[in-house]
């Protein structure tokens, strides 16, 4: 069977290989040190208490076992994820349980929003650079990504308002807290701003905030949603991938009624429902640990890592040319060399002839051609040791890679 021309225009016109992966999977086959994935760190799974966690709910009394028969996810983890984000000071007054949303991660909450509420022709105002698998939903749906230019404390204000002055843009994607890929907060000022912004050219925001809770010295600020009170123009995303574990594929969106009703139907029409039996479990474990106790725990681990991450850096590569910036949560590290021409070209390089893995910045901008000269970097796996190791490895291939050029 040919299968060349049986595929969707979809498939073949606005789906690309995931590039992130593809070099992934090379760095895996050539047996080099990862300082980019952006998982968390194995060792800071509860596993004992997610063991225990599954055992008490598969030995209760309840069935699990038939469709669920929530649509929006069952009811104590909605009503605990909502009180957990109103105690953090993160959710404005009209949020109520029945407005959280319970997603297969954070990811699918991007998609479920971007088929509610973006049609094919449509524009999305990004950050630029921004996290390229939000891209490939957008891509796919066939909308048309405008990237703005991220700053360390935020959207470049003025780019942003030329765009909106030239372009109907219905929807703004970020990533306020910890940005992937550069480890960058916007200021509860710019946020300000935006929403302004938003009022004034009619936009709506889609938030994404997987890492807000991995922070080490500095605040990320309020969240969007909270600052647009009762403006319920502001689609929030949560995950609980990066603080307890991924493979549980579970995230939230909150989202006013009438959004809500329409993911309810496409959720009917995508997957007919999620597993209780996860989501039980996830309420289990986060009423039976001291989850404030969980998170102190992670972030103090995440900052060692981040600590000796910068260091090593700055010590090995630093001298070759590599500029870091020194972030105050979440995973990522955003670097520039300013002499390399071809940031792809060195990354595949450095796989194969230095056995170290970084992933090159070009996949996170939304405009083609840009980006060369970064790299992102994860400290998130990556230990004291490891961080030495992949650090001298990577400032030789920099040496090396320039001898050649
Ligand atoms: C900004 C951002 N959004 C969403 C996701 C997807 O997370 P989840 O596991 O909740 O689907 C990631 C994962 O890396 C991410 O970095």
Known sequence: MDWGNRFSRTVTDRLEDSAIALMMREAAREGALMLSAGEPMKELYPVE???????????????????????????????????????????????????????NGSQEGVSLLTGALLDPGDTIMVESPSYPDAFGVFRRDGVILEGVDLLPDGPDLDAMESLLATKKIKVFY??????????????????????????????????????????????????????????????????????????????????????????????IAGTLCLPDVIQHALHDLVSNIDFNKHLEKICLAYRVNRDAFVDSLERHAGPEGLEINIPSGGF??????????????????????????????????????????????????????????????????????????
């Open 49 to 103: 208490q997610l063991r225990e966690s599954f055992l008490r709910v598969l030995s209760d009394e309840s069935n699990y076992w038939g469709y669920s028969k929530y649509r929006t996810g069952v009811k104590p983890l909605l009503e605990w994820t909502e009180r957990w984000m109103r105690e953090e000071g993160l959710l404005p007054g009209w949020v109520e349980p029945e407005n959280i949303f319970i997603t």
């Open 174 to 267: 970020t990533i306020p807290a910890y940005q992937n890929p550069t480890g960058f907060s916007t200021s509860d000022e710019k946020k300000r701003r935006i929403l302004e912004l938003a009022r004034r050219f009619d936009f709506l925001i889609f938030e994404d905030d997987p890492y807000r809770n991995i922070t080490f010295e500095a605040s990320p600020g309020g969240t969007y949603i909270n600052a647009a009170g009762d403006d319920e123009r502001v689609l929030y995303l949560g995950s609980f991938s990066k603080v307890i574990a991924p493979a549980l594929r579970i995230g939230w969106i909150v989202a006013p009624s009438p959004v809500v009703t329409v993911l309810e139907k496409l959720r």
């Open 332 to 405: 990522f590290i955003w670097g520039k060399v300013p002499w390399i021409k071809n940031a792809g070209d060195f990354a595949m390089y450095a796989i194969k002839k230095g056995k170290v893995a970084v992933v090159p910045g070009g996949h996170f901008f939304p405009e083609p051609g840009k980006g060369n000269g970064y790299l992102r970097f994860s400290f998130a796996q990556v230990t004291p040791p490891m961080a030495e190791e992949g650090a001298a490895r990577l400032a030789r291939a920099l040496r090396e890679y320039r001898d050649l050029q």
